[in-house]
């Protein structure tokens, strides 16, 4: 199976900061790189696919790159409604697993 | 819009089996790739495995396969996933989910994200 490591695994920050999310496949996993953010007591939703490819209806805060097998998750001006945990997924093959989760609090 | 409706909470003893709905709406059911992803509490997300429902094709992890059964029934527009024997561990919110790309692009369905999912149904299992 394809592990997805992701750090750091909890960070804290401000309304307005920028923060970055990393994720490190064990493999090459081309671009199949998903990432998803999940409040509590909710289902995910799909914020980026394909590892820069921004979801319909999120905001543009929200950005994804990728080099080699390391994908980044950037939310360029975070706001109180982007405190949740955010995973990444790998969609190249099965099983399509996850990271651990990043969870986001307000400092 | 996209719906992804499933049934409530269930209450099950070791041993035992559930089977959990999963009704779609808004779209053509048999175009779009259901996927089961389970997540135990405080964890993360586990894919479990999908069903084609145009042709009933499917596939699963590994790790749960003979414990787990994704059906379909079309003409009611609802997936279904079975698990049996079943342990303390798998106490877990079950979900399910649409894959985003239509199935009939052979290959880049099979690699798409999970654009919609259902709600969720807790599944608890004690004695």
């Known amino acids: 199976d394809i592990q997805m490591t992701q750090s750091p695994s909890s960070l804290s920050a401000s309304v307005g900061d920028r923060v970055t999310i990393t994720c490190r496949a064990s493999q090459s996993i081309s671009n199949y790189l998903n990432w998803y953010q999940q409040k509590s007591g909710k289902a995910p939703k799909l914020l980026i696919y394909?590892?820069?490819s921004l979801q319909s209806g999120v905001p543009s805060r929200f950005s994804g790159s990728a080099s080699g097998t390391d994908f980044t998750l950037t939310i360029s001006s975070l706001q109180p409604e982007d405190f949740a945990i955010y995973y990444c997924q790998q969609s190249y093959n099965t099983p399509y697993t996850f990271g651990q989760g990043t969870k986001l609090e307000i400092k | 819009q996209v719906q992804l409706v499933q049934s409530g909470a269930e209450v099950k003893k070791p041993g035992a089996s559930v089977k959990v709905p999963c009704k779609a709406s808004?779209?053509?059911?048999?175009?779009?790739?259901i996927h089961w992803v389970r997540q135990a509490p405080g964890q993360s997300l586990e894919w479990m495995g999908w069903i084609n429902p145009g042709t009933g094709d499917t596939k699963y992890s590994q790790k749960l396969q003979g414990r787990v059964t994704i059906t379909r029934d079309t003409s009611a527009r609802t997936a279904y996933m079975e698990m049996t024997s079943l342990r303390s561990e798998d106490t877990a919110v079950y979900y399910c989910?649409?894959?985003?790309?239509?199935?009939?692009?052979?290959?880049?369905?099979?690699?798409?994200?999970?654009?919609?999912w259902g709600q969720g149904t807790l599944v608890t299992v004690s004695s």
């Open positions: 808004g779209y053509t059911f048999t175009t779009y790739a």
């Open positions: 989910a649409r894959g985003s790309t239509p199935v009939l692009w052979f290959g880049e369905f099979l690699t798409a994200p999970l654009d919609y």
């Open positions: 394909s590892a820069s």
